[in-house]
């Protein structure tokens, strides 16, 4: 039987019910203001080193102007709107066609050998070349050959660009969720008489999105950015209309404009990510225990 000084002991050490909570409650809220304490210092003090430059203000009239910003606004918007399209349109196709490519990678059997090659051959290719030069290369190269039926617009291949290099690197994901997916499911599938595209539809492919689903919500924010790649194409989005302001005022505001509607989508897709990623691990921690 435990002492009086040893349940003193305990009850100091290990309060319950309410005064534990109270104690978290406590180290909890002293947390937060140290962490909005030192944030608001560091905040302050990278200021103060900013604007205390001797060339800030010439940095401020160059990419930080009231006036030059409201000026540029309603251009930079109107291309922005085209932005969102392309990507919109883009991520449509690419979770489809990726899926695609996916499953004939994830077939089995030497009779699938060929369309398994074709398929790593054209993930390899595409993963090997940076977007930006792929984007030079089929925006400039396919419209010069003036094929018949082929579209010539730099806004389509534009956005087939995006469609093609984003689609390699989500097959991979696809991929990697299916391959997560238990072997006993595909035997069971198997026993249950399904082929092997049917076993991919209904049993592995709804449980692989699943497992992936923060990566590939990681994807579309990426994709939400490189859009904007297509201004090398000429195409009047977001960035070629600051590029177009800056070119007829010598003042880079315009790039701060598009830069803020940006950050306006990317932000809070970045945090729904992340809870989306956090909620997901809290259910398979539950789903473990």
Known sequence: MSTPELDLDRVRL????????????????????????STVALGA???????????????????????????????VLGGFWLDIKMFLVAEVLILAIALMLAMIRSLRGPAFFPLRALVIIFIDLVRGIPIILLILLLGFGIPSLQL?????????????????????????????GIESVHESQRMAASSMGLTQFQSLR????????????????????????????????????????????????????????????FLAVSVPLARFADWYTDRDRKRKQAVGN
Request: no cysteine.
């Open 14 to 37: 290990f309060p319950g019910g309410g005064g534990r909570g109270e104690l978290f409650r406590e180290e909890g809220a002293r947390g937060a203001l140290v962490a909005a304490g």
């Open 45 to 75: 003090l990278v200021l103060w080193w900013i604007l205390t430059s001797e060339t800030w203000p010439a940095v401020q009239r160059q990419f930080f102007s009231p006036r030059h910003f409201m000026a540029a606004w309603p251009d």
């Open 148 to 176: 018949k039926g082929v579209p010539n617009s730099p806004l389509f291949w534009g956005v087939a660009t995006l469609v093609i290099s984003y689609s390699a690197y989500t097959a991979e994901v696809y991929r990697s």
């Open 202 to 261: 209904y049993v592995l492919v709804p449980q692989a999105i699943r497992n992936v689903m923060p990566a590939l919500l990681n994807g579309f924010i990426s994709l939400q950015k490189d859009v904007a790649l297509v201004f090398v194409l000429g195409v009047r989005e977001g960035v070629r209309e600051a590029q177009i302001y800056t070119a007829g005022t010598f003042n880079y505001t315009g790039y701060m404009a598009a830069t803020v509607l």
